[in-house]
C-alpha cells in the first residue's frame, strides 16, 4: 500500500486549520485537524504512482486487529461521523464531505487529503469526530488511526426539509477500490472500481488493489461538480485517478481520467469495471427458494459497439463462474443496468426496482479488445457476483501503462438508446411444445419481449421476423407477436430450442421488417441443465 514517507513530508506535523494557513472561513471545516502543507498536482500524483510501480509492494499496517475485528456489523452501525465536523460543511461548494470509520471489514485506512492553491493538508482522524456509543471497540484505537472512505452528502442548498444533507448522500468510496453514486430515484445498488486485476482467471486468486489516499479539491464555487483525486496501489498495478463528480437532477455524472502502471504480469486487465448482484429474475427462479418474485440489483448487460450495434445480454446465475468475451474497436458503450423498473416484480422494501444503472462512455479511442461478463453462482443477494470491465487486446506486462479517460453515469434508463430501435425488456422460459400434448424433453421455450422504438409504428397486418442463431441445436416454434396487454410497440418474439448436452449455448435473436431491424441484439447465454 501506500509509502508514508511521500505525498506529505511533514504529515506528523498537525495543526489546526487557521495555524496551517487554511482559515476556517476558507475551508469552513473548524473542527477538523490538518497536518502540514505540502505541493499537490494531479501529475505529481502520477509521478508518484509511476515510482512505486518500480519497488516492490508494501502494504501499509492497519490498527490493531483484535480492535478492529470487535467492531463488527452491529457495532460498526452505530458509529456516526457528526456532521458538524463535516469538509466544506459550510461551504465553499455545496456538497460537505463526511468519513467512515474503520471496522472487521474495512480495515485498511485510507490518506484523506484537503488541497488549494496548489498544496494539500492531511486530514488527521480523531475520535471526536464521530458520536459513537461509551463502549464501543473503536474508543480504543490510537489517534490517526485513519479512516475507511468518504462520502458527499447531499447539497446545503436543497430542500432541507425533504432531503437535509446530514442524513443524505449522493456518492461514497468504500473499501479496496469501490464506489457507488445513487441515480435519480436517491438509492444506492451495484458499485464501480478503479481496476479489476485477474477476476475469474483460473488458477489465480482475484487481486483487490486499493485506494489508498484520496486528496479533495476545495471548491471555488457553488456548482453541482466536485473534484477527488486518488491514488491506487496494489501488488500488479498502481495508479493515479482524477474524478470530476456533477450531482445532476436525476443522475449522477463521473467524468475519470485514470493512469495505470503494471508491477507484474496481469491476465484479465478489468478498466473501468462495474460490480453488481444478480440472484435471480422471472426468467429463473429456482422452486420455494425465496419468497420474492425477484431479487437483482441489475437484470443486464447492455452494450454499444463501435459498428453502431445496440446489444442487450440477460444477466444469470450460473452453475460455475463464466466469463463471456465481446469483441470489439473502439466501443461506443457499455453498462450493467435495471432495466425492471416494477415493485410488484420484487415485493421488497429495500427498493430493487429504484437501483440505478451504470453506463461507461470511453471519451477517445480505446482500440481493440472486449468487454468481458464474468458470472459466478450465487446462493443469496449479499454477494457481488456479477462483474463488466473493458479488457484491451494486449496482456497487461510489467513496466506498461495504461491511460484512459471516461465518463460513468448513474442513471435510471438507457442513455442514448435510439429511438430507431426496441428495447428487450423480458425473457421468459418454460418447457417447449404445444399445449395440451405431451411436452418433449429437452426442448424449452423463449419467450423474448421487445416495446418500443419502430414497434409502435407498425402497421396493421405488418408482422416482424424473428432472426435467431445459436453456437448449436435448433429452433422450431419460431414466430413474432404483439403481447396481449394493449400497450402499443410491445411484442415477443417465440420460439423453441432443443439441444443435447449440458455445456452452455450462446444464442442471438432480434426482429426486423425486411431489410429494416427493429430492435436491439438479445444474446443469451443458455445452461441446458438449469432447464
Known amino acids: 500500500m501506500l509509502d508514508r514517507r511521500s505525498f506529505l513530508t511533514a504529515a506528523a506535523a498537525t495543526a489546526t486549520l487557521a495555524a496551517a494557513g487554511f482559515s476556517p472561513q476558507a475551508l469552513a471545516a473548524a473542527g477538523l485537524k490538518l497536518g502540514a ?10 509521478a508518484r504512482a509511476r515510482a512505486l510501480a518500480a519497488r516492490p509492494h508494501e502494504p501499509r499496517p492497519s490498527p490493531d486487529r483484535a ?8 457495532a460498526h452501525g452505530k ?8 469538509l466544506f460543511a459550510n461551504g465553499p461548494g455545496a456538497y460537505p464531505v463526511t468519513f467512515f470509520h474503520l471496522g472487521r471489514f474495512f480495515q485498511k485506512p485510507v490518506r484523506m487529503m484537503v488541497a488549494k492553491d496548489g498544496e494539500a493538508r492531511e486530514i488527521i482522524y480523531e475520535t471526536r469526530y464521530f458520536d459513537m456509543p461509551a463502549d464501543s471497540p473503536a474508543q480504543k484505537l490510537r489517534q ?11 447539497s446545503r442548498f436543497g430542500d432541507q426539509t425533504k432531503k437535509p444533507w446530514q442524513t443524505n448522500d449522493w456518492v461514497a468510496f468504500l473499501g479496496a477500490s469501490y464506489f457507488r453514486a445513487i441515480g435519480g430515484l436517491y438509492q444506492y445498488g451495484l458499485s464501480a472500481r478503479g481496476v479489476a486485476i485477474d477476476t475469474a482467471v483460473a488458477g489465480k486468486g482475484e487481486e483487490f488493489p486499493d485506494f489508498t489516499e484520496f486528496c479533495f479539491e476545495t471548491p471555488t464555487n457553488d456548482g453541482p461538480t466536485v473534484t ?15 474524478f470530476d463528480m456533477t450531482r445532476g437532477s436525476d443522475d449522477v455524472t463521473m467524468d475519470i481520467t485514470a493512469a495505470l502502471y503494471v508491477r507484474q504480469a496481469v491476465d484479465r486487465l478489468g478498466l473501468a469495471p462495474l460490480t453488481s448482484m444478480y440472484w435471480f429474475s422471472e426468467r429463473a427462479k429456482p422452486t420455494m427458494v425465496d419468497w420474492r418474485p425477484e431479487v437483482h440489483d441489475s437484470d443486464g448487460l447492455a452494450m454499444w459497439t463501435g459498428a453502431g450495434e445496440r446489444i442487450w445480454r440477460p444477466l444469470n446465475n450460473p452453475p460455475y463462474i463464466t466469463a463471456s468475451a465481446f469483441l470489439d474497436d473502439n466501443p461506443r458503450g457499455f453498462g450493467l443496468m435495471q432495466r425492471d423498473r416494477n415493485f410488484d416484480h420484487y415485493q ?17 479511442q480505446w482500440g481493440k479488445g472486449s468487454v468481458q461478463l464474468v458470472e459466478l453462482p450465487t446462493d443469496d443477494e449479499i ?12 496482456p497487461a506486462r510489467p513496466g506498461q501503462s495504461h491511460e484512459l479517460r471516461y465518463r460513468l453515469l448513474w442513471v435510471n434508463g438507457d442513455p442514448y438508446f435510439p429511438d430507431s430501435l426496441a428495447r428487450c425488456v423480458a425473457t421468459r422460459m418454460g418447457n417447449g411444445g404445444v399445449p395440451g400434448q405431451p411436452r418433449p424433453k429437452g426442448v424449452r421455450k423463449f ?16 408482422k416482424p421476423e424473428v432472426v435467431l442463431s445459436a453456437s448449436r441445436g435448433s429452433f422450431s416454434y419460431v414466430f413474432a407477436e404483439p403481447v396481449p396487454d394493449d400497450v402499443p410497440g410491445h411484442w415477443r418474439a417465440q420460439f423453441d430450442f432443443t439441444v443435447e448436452g449440458a455445456a452452455p449455448v450462446d444464442m442471438r435473436c432480434y426482429l426486423r421488417l425486411g431489410d429494416r431491424v427493429l430492435t436491439e441484439t438479445w444474446l443469451y447465454q443458455y445452461f441446458p441443465q438449469q432447464g
Open 37 to 46: 502543507p505540502s505541493p499537490f498536482s494531479f501529475e505529481a500524483l502520477k
Open 67 to 74: 480492535i478492529l475485528e470487535a467492531i463488527d456489523y452491529d
Open 79 to 86: 458509529i456516526r461521523f457528526r456532521p458538524q465536523d463535516a
Open 144 to 154: 490517526n488511526a485513519g479512516f475507511a472512505g468518504f462520502r458527499y452528502q447531499e
Open 228 to 242: 477527488v483525486y486518488a491514488l491506487l496501489e496494489g501488488p500488479s498495478v498502481t495508479g493515479a485517478y482524477r
Open 348 to 364: 421488497d422494501g429495500v427498493h430493487y426496482e429504484r437501483r440505478p444503472s451504470a453506463w461507461v462512455e470511453p471519451v477517445g
Open 383 to 394: 454477494h457481488d457476483n456479477i462483474v463488466a470491465m473493458w479488457v484491451p487486446a494486449q
Open 447 to 462: 419467450m423474448v419481449e421487445f416495446s418500443g422504438g419502430p414497434l409502435k409504428d407498425l402497421k396493421f397486418g405488418e
